[in-house]
């Protein structure tokens, strides 16, 4: 190349004027000249192909699948991954079974978003995306219905477990936010309970003790068992063991469940639980000592597009103590959403604790009543009918309803320890009590009373105070069975002496987890006129919650020095014991019966 130079420069001829010198300067100055063209020839040719490599990167890429509460795939879902500035960097559709995928994205945070007709958005979140990398964002698009389904049929029992993407908690009230596994490039974030690829086992072994808490007084040995198969069926089994604490006592309580679900046609699901008890702390009128039921619960649900959602089911309980008792209580819920932002639902019940397929949440249900009524061995019974109507308001929901009940038997709860003439009507007073029911453990006692009929009104009002922290204010008005402050009542003659009264009641509420402790809490203040010894609009969600009640769920965790899956859990009802009201007994003692006494329970549990 510089012979070619050389050659080039003695066929340039020399400017005319100019010297030999000036002229030997100037070729120099071209050599000089020659090697700067040259580097920077090098150089571009660097940066050119640098560039290129850049471009040659691969993008990041999000895919995922889309469904509804139920599992069930979505289709032509739109999918939007916006960047931090609100602009739209990708967007696509899901096709026949919910998938989709969002490629050449540059490095950075982003938010995925889906939607789709009638149903409420999901969004995603501070996606951080790396070059090359990959995230799956599984999401759930839920309805109305399923934003306002938090609120329980039921309180939720203290064996709950720790994992919530077990059948106690896979209901869309409870399902949980997301789950997050990393794997090198690949990060897995998901918002379906429903998906379940493998089986699974897992069991909780647990230890409660508590005072005054009505057929569960003492210390109680809790194992239960959870099989989930492949096709998303699952299998429950529970066994409770108490410590004979009780004089009359010859055996320990038992309690024994066993529960199965699976899926149906029509984005639905079946449930049937399987319980039997055995209490011989419980004494009642006739001179019977323990109490044997045996349920059989089962319920349906089915969804019919998004359009509309029946639930159905049914409890049978056979109760043996002074003579045998056989009750059945059916429930019926339709809900309908005419758009995505309105709900309106119609609910018949015929028992507090069954009042919708959520109720079945859990394997272990509430101690069954059978008390003397009449002559005859009865339990509480009624029916509750309600029509109601939601609409979202912001992130929340407004639900208002119209209802009407015809109570035929409400139990009333007390507490005080009772003598055999209480027990058995008050025979050496002449009176007849309509029956009593005892826990010779805790102390505590239910009656049945006569019923009444009523109608009200219910306003709910939920809210997210964070994304997995809801806040709830309700008021109820209708008539609650209540005490006569001025009047001194005995207890045989508490049957026909409390009165049907007027009343309204208020309760706020707070139920969620706390993400950075993993502390699940629910607690609730609900307040209504302390002479009442019944709740007002007793079918209500949060009608068992008198006054002021807690349950906190924390996991214990120390380091090397505990194994991993110990729980820490408290329940209590009533800590601030309000609502007593004095009854005399047969004998002149006092009592105190109170719409829920207090009570408390806590104890440890490890899950395996």
């Not at 290129?52 to 469904?67: N, Y």
């Not at 009230?173 to 089986?199: F, H, Q």
């Not at 010859?250 to 024994?256: A, D, K, L, V, Y």
């Amino acid at each position: 190349m510089t012979g070619s130079w050389r050659s080039l420069l003695t066929c340039i001829p020399p400017f005319p004027g100019t010297t030999d010198l000036e002229q030997a300067i100037d070729a120099q100055g071209l050599k000089t000249v020659q090697r700067y063209d040259l580097k920077f020839a090098v150089v571009a040719l660097m940066l050119t192909w640098a560039s290129v490599t850049q471009a040659a990167a691969p993008g990041a890429i999000v895919s995922g699948i889309v469904r509804d509460s139920q599992g069930v795939a979505q289709m032509g879902a739109l999918i939007q991954v916006m960047a931090g500035d609100s602009v739209t960097a990708g967007t696509a559709f899901t096709d026949m079974h919910g998938r989709y995928l969002v490629a050449n994205l540059l490095p950075g945070k982003y938010q995925v978003r889906a939607s789709a007709a009638l149903l409420a958005p999901a969004v995603r979140a501070n996606l951080q995306l790396r070059s090359g990398g990959r995230a799956i964002v599984n999401l759930t698009l839920s309805t109305l219905f399923d934003t306002a389904a938090w609120l329980p049929a039921e309180r939720r029992k203290s064996d709950e477990p720790r994992d919530d993407w077990k059948w106690t908690l896979r209901s869309s009230a409870n399902r949980p936010i997301l789950r997050i596994v990393e794997d090198g490039e690949i990060v897995l974030i998901s918002s379906s309970a429903s998906e379940t690829s493998s089986a699974s086992d897992s069991a909780k072994a647990s230890v409660m003790t508590g005072d005054n808490t009505f057929g569960q007084g003492g210390v109680h040995n809790t194992l239960s068992v959870d099989r989930v198969f492949v096709d998303g069926a699952d299998v429950v089994f529970r066994v409770d063991m108490g410590v004979p604490r009780s004089p009359v006592m010859n055996r320990p309580s038992t309690e024994i469940q066993t529960g199965y679900q699976r899926r149906l046609g029509f984005a639905g699901a079946s449930r049937t639980i399987v319980s039997y008890q055995s209490h011989p702390e419980m004494l009642g009128t006739g001179h019977s000592s323990g109490l044997d039921a045996m349920q059989v619960a089962s319920a349906q649900k089915m969804k019919f597009g998004d359009m509309a959602e029946i639930e159905a089911g049914s409890a049978l309980d056979v109760i043996h103590t002074s003579g045998y008792a056989v009750a059945s209580h059916p429930f019926l819920r339709v809900t309908a959403h005419p758009t995505s932002d309105w709900m309106v639902k119609y609910r018949m019940a015929t028992s507090r604790d069954l009042q919708a397929f959520d109720g079945l949440d859990v394997v272990q249900p509430e101690l069954p009543v059978a008390v003397m009524y009449h002559g005859r061995l009865r339990t509480a019974h009624g029916l509750h009918q309600e029509v109601s109507v939601g609409r979202k308001v912001g992130k929340g929901v407004l639900q208002v309803g119209l209802y009407h009940d015809n109570l035929d038997q409400v139990l009333v709860s007390g507490g005080g320890v009772l003598n055999a003439d209480d027990i058995n009507g008050g025979a050496s007073a002449g009176a007849n009590l309509n029956g009593v029911l005892a826990d010779s453990m805790t102390g505590g006692f239910r009656l049945l009373t006569s019923g009444y009929k009523t109608q009200g009104i219910n306003i709910t009002l939920t809210e997210p105070l964070t994304p997995t922290i809801w806040a709830a204010l309700e008021y109820s008005n209708g008539a609650a069975l209540a005490s006569d402050g001025e009047a001194q009542m005995t207890l045989p003659m508490v049957g026909s002496e409390l009165k049907t009264v007027s009343a309204e009641s208020v309760t706020l509420a707070l139920r969620g987890r706390v993400l950075h402790s993993g502390t699940n809490v629910r607690a609730a203040y609900r307040w209504q006129p302390e002479n009442l010894v019944t709740a007002v609009d007793p079918y209500a969600a949060f009608s068992d919650q008198a006054y002021f009640s807690f349950y906190l769920r924390q996991p214990v965790n120390c380091g090397r020095w505990l194994p991993p899956g110990l729980e820490a859990t408290i329940d209590v009802t009533n800590l601030l014991e309000q609502g007593y009201r004095p009854f005399l007994s047969a004998d002149g003692r006092t009592l105190y019966l109170a719409q829920s006494p207090r009570t408390i329970q806590a104890g440890l549990a490890f899950n395996f």
